[in-house]
C-alpha cells in the first residue's frame, strides 16, 4: 500500500516535467494527428506568387472525412476545376471533359502543358492538411514559439519537395538556391492555420523559372463538414 502512494505521489510530481519536453514540432505534430483524427473538417487554401512564377496559384477548398472522401475545387484562372478522392483512387471536372478518371485526364494529348493533366497527376499522391502539416513540420530545421505563431526555416530538401514536380515518364525539374519557412497556429492545441513560403529557380526543358510563393491553409468546421458525391462519381471511383 505504502510503495502504491509513493510510486503514485512520484508519477503527479514526473507529470509537469514529461509535459515541459514536449517541443513545438511536437505541439504542431500533435495537432496535425488530431486533426486528421476527426470524422471530417474543411478548408480554404490559397497561393500568392508575387512574379507569377510557379504554376497552381489561386484558391482552393477542400472538404475531407476520416477514412471516406475527400472533394477539392481548385480556381485557376477563369475555370473551377473539381476533384473527388477515395483511397488511392481519383476523379476530376473539368469545364470542357466533365469527371474523367486520372487515367482519362492524362492520356497524352500530343505534347505541350496541359494544367488539367498536371493537376490529375498530383491528385494521385495528394496530402490533406493533416498529412501536409505534419509532413513540414518535420521539413522544418527548427520550429520556435513567438507572437506570430510556431515558426521555423525549412531545410534545403524540405524547400527543394515543395518546388518540384514529376511529370509522367521523365525526371523532375532542377531546382536551384531552394529556401522555405513555415508558420503554424495553434488555438488550444488545435492546428487553425498555417502557412509555408517558398523561394528557388525551377529548371524544366530547357527553360528557368524563378518560383516566389506563399501558400496559406485555413482550417474550418471541424466536425461539421458534410460531403455529397453524385452515384456517378462514386461508381468512376470504385
Not at 494544367?115 to 494521385?124: E, G, H, Y
Request: hydrophobic content about 35%; aromatic content about 6%; proline content about 4%.
Amino acid at each position: 500500500m505504502k510503495k502504491n502512494i509513493i510510486l503514485g505521489i512520484m508519477l503527479l510530481a514526473a507529470g509537469p516535467l514529461l509535459a515541459a519536453d514536449s517541443s513545438p514540432k511536437d505541439d504542431v505534430k500533435s495537432a496535425a494527428a488530431a486533426l486528421g483524427g476527426q470524422a471530417n473538417y474543411s478548408w480554404h487554401a490559397t497561393q500568392e506568387s508575387p512574379g507569377g512564377g510557379g504554376f497552381g496559384g489561386g484558391g482552393t477548398d477542400g472538404k475531407t472525412e476520416k477514412d471516406g472522401y475527400t472533394w477539392i475545387s481548385m480556381v485557376r484562372g477563369d475555370n473551377t476545376i473539381e476533384a473527388v478522392i477515395k483511397g488511392t483512387n481519383a476523379v476530376i471536372k473539368t469545364p470542357d471533359n466533365g469527371w474523367q478518371t486520372v487515367a482519362e485526364a492524362t492520356q497524352d494529348n500530343g505534347g505541350g502543358f496541359n494544367p488539367v493533366m498536371f493537376i490529375a497527376r498530383t491528385l494521385q499522391n495528394y496530402k490533406t492538411p493533416d498529412l501536409q502539416a505534419a509532413d513540414l513540420a518535420d521539413a522544418a530545421k527548427e520550429l520556435k514559439q513567438d507572437t506570430n505563431g510556431i515558426s521555423g526555416d525549412l531545410t534545403d530538401d524540405g524547400a527543394k519537395a515543395l518546388l518540384s514536380f514529376r511529370p509522367r515518364g521523365g525526371d523532375g525539374p532542377t531546382i536551384s538556391n531552394p529556401k522555405g519557412s513555415v508558420t503554424f497556429w495553434l488555438t488550444d492545441g488545435k492546428l487553425v492555420k498555417y502557412q509555408f513560403h517558398v523561394t528557388g529557380t525551377v529548371s524544366f526543358n530547357g527553360n528557368d523559372r524563378d518560383v516566389d510563393r506563399t501558400t496559406t491553409v485555413e482550417i474550418k468546421d471541424v466536425g461539421a463538414t458534410t460531403i455529397e458525391v453524385p452515384d456517378d462519381v462514386k461508381n468512376k471511383l470504385q
